[in-house]
């Protein structure tokens, strides 16, 4: 594929390229978080965009090139795990997958599950084919990464969140047998996906203190994330982005101690307190509201917001990268997404 669908004067490659040096930008560096609420994008079902490669690497490419938004890639999705152990997932026709029923019902079935065989089972081969089509399109253009749900987080997907929280505080022993194969998974999923020469990033929403205790995460969050951190950089020379849904405040010293150069945080915390804290240690991304002002908001009140972040967080000493406090949601406008990338023009401090 040729670059003249490059709506800007940079590529995102070599925006990220001239922002590492701190020179001249034809726009601040701005991504936005698409997922598979965007399938109507391409007038598809969402249930059909999950089961076909084609269609992956499709909304991917016709966003970025829609966009030309700084990141792209694919996601197994919060289930994808789950799934490949044996959990029901529910895909309707035109709305977000969600669990049916886990994997296990039961903390004591724990040892009928083995690590998966990402060639072989659930969605993931799907997805891997996709991520093949997605970065051989675009790879050149822009980084394209691959989003693998953190082990807490995959872990509450097969045997059930509140069975997951429950059994933490009862049966910490079986916990951490359940997350020693949700990591060995995800460990070889990424042994996979590296073949690429992709990123990675991983989403851990039920790791956020707005559900656990920064006790519970220590204890059966973090060394499994070190653990994917450090294979992640084995492969890739990087380590993948975290992102946080909900709080994470009290997390930010441990989140850094996984080995975490980039930090995504929920628009429910404040980036200056966050530039604060770790903003010399990791580079920050975020964090414009993705329903308040995304989703239901006026152009106008994402051009105000993404300003908001950017003189915030533009001079935090690791960084920072606008984007969107999470996933936007089904329905949000075009013209507020454009708005979002016009800020992040008009507002450039690197011009």
């Not at 080995?259 to 945080?265: K, M």
């Amino acid at each position: 594929m040729d670059r003249n669908f490059i709506r800007t004067a940079m590529t995102p490659r070599e925006r990220s390229e001239a922002y590492k040096k701190r020179q001249s930008l034809d726009r601040y560096p701005c991504g936005l978080m698409f997922g598979p609420a965007m399938a109507g994008f391409i007038n598809v079902k969402t249930k059909d965009y999950y089961h076909s490669p084609e269609l992956l690497a499709k909304l991917d490419i016709e966003l970025f090139k829609k966009f030309n938004q700084d990141g792209a890639g694919l996601s197994i999705t919060l289930h994808g795990i789950a799934e490949a152990l044996g959990a029901e997932i529910a895909y309707p026709d035109y709305g977000i997958a969600y669990l049916n029923k886990p994997a296990i019902s039961s903390l004591d079935d724990v040892s009928k599950l083995k690590p998966i065989n990402p060639l072989k089972d659930g969605r993931i081969p799907t997805v891997l084919k996709g991520l093949a089509i997605d970065q051989k399109e675009l790879g050149e253009f822009v980084d394209v990464g691959l989003s693998i749900a953190g082990p807490f987080s995959s872990a509450a997907s097969v045997v059930g969140t509140k069975t997951l929280l429950k059994g933490a505080l009862r049966r910490p022993d079986k916990v951490h047998e359940l997350l020693e194969i949700v990591t060995q998974s995800l460990l070889n999923i990424i042994d996979e996906a590296s073949k690429l020469g992709v990123s990675f990033c991983i989403p851990d929403p039920v790791s956020s203190t707005t559900l656990i205790s920064k006790g519970l995460y220590e204890k059966f969050s973090f060394p499994y994330v070190k653990r994917i951190q450090e294979k992640v950089i084995s492969k890739t020379g990087s380590s993948a982005a975290i992102h946080i849904c909900g709080k994470s405040k009290d997390l930010w010293d441990m989140v850094v101690e996984t080995g975490c150069d980039c930090f995504s945080i929920d628009n429910i915390e404040d980036l200056a307190e966050a530039k604060k804290l770790i903003g010399d240690k990791v580079c920050l991304i975020g964090n414009v509201s993705p329903v308040d002002i995304m989703r239901y908001g006026t152009e106008e009140d994402v051009m105000k917001d993404a300003k908001k972040c950017i003189d915030k967080a533009w001079d935090s000493p690791n960084g920072f990268l606008l984007n969107t406090g999470c996933d936007l949601p089904t329905g949000t406008p075009v013209e507020n997404m454009n708005a979002m990338l016009n800020a992040a023009t008009i507002y450039n401090p690197f011009k």
